[in-house]
């Protein structure tokens, strides 16, 4: 099993990035897929989440309406698409596959990729 995140970079505030997962070594429609982040200093944070069964969606407070998640299960790809950025989205982004539903919970995920940086500045 493996989960790669990418497409992370710098970005000016108000703009926009859009990150993939790709994930190899299991079949991505069985599983959910969320989305962390974590800045220094602080803890890891559930930013969003496709579910496996209904296609539901989560997003957490703070980038809702900002950012869409999206899967494409024959090319074993999430994305997280990332408009109207802004300097507090600065953190390493990671992909995680969690067995059973979608939760913010990063306990319940049983696979990570290594995580992509996203910096936000002027």
């Known amino acids: 099993v493996q989960l790669q995140a990418s497409g992370g970079g710098l970005v000016q505030p108000g703009g926009s990035l859009r990150l993939s997962c790709a994930a190899s070594g299991f079949t991505l429609e069985h599983y959910a897929i969320g989305w962390f982040r974590q800045a220094p200093g602080t803890e890891r944070e559930g930013v969003s989440c496709?579910?496996?069964?209904?296609?539901?969606?989560y997003y957490a407070d703070s980038v809702k309406g900002r950012f869409t998640i999206s899967r494409d299960n024959a090319k074993k790809m999430v994305y997280l698409q990332m408009n109207s950025l802004k300097p507090e989205d600065t953190a390493v982004y990671y992909c995680?596959?969690?067995?059973?539903?979608?939760?913010?919970?990063?306990?319940?995920?049983?696979?990570w990729g290594q995580g992509t940086q996203v910096t936000v500045s002027s």
């Open positions: 496709t579910s496996s069964s209904d296609g539901s969606t």
């Open positions: 995680a596959r969690e067995p059973l539903t979608c939760t913010v919970e990063a306990d319940w995920y049983d696979y």
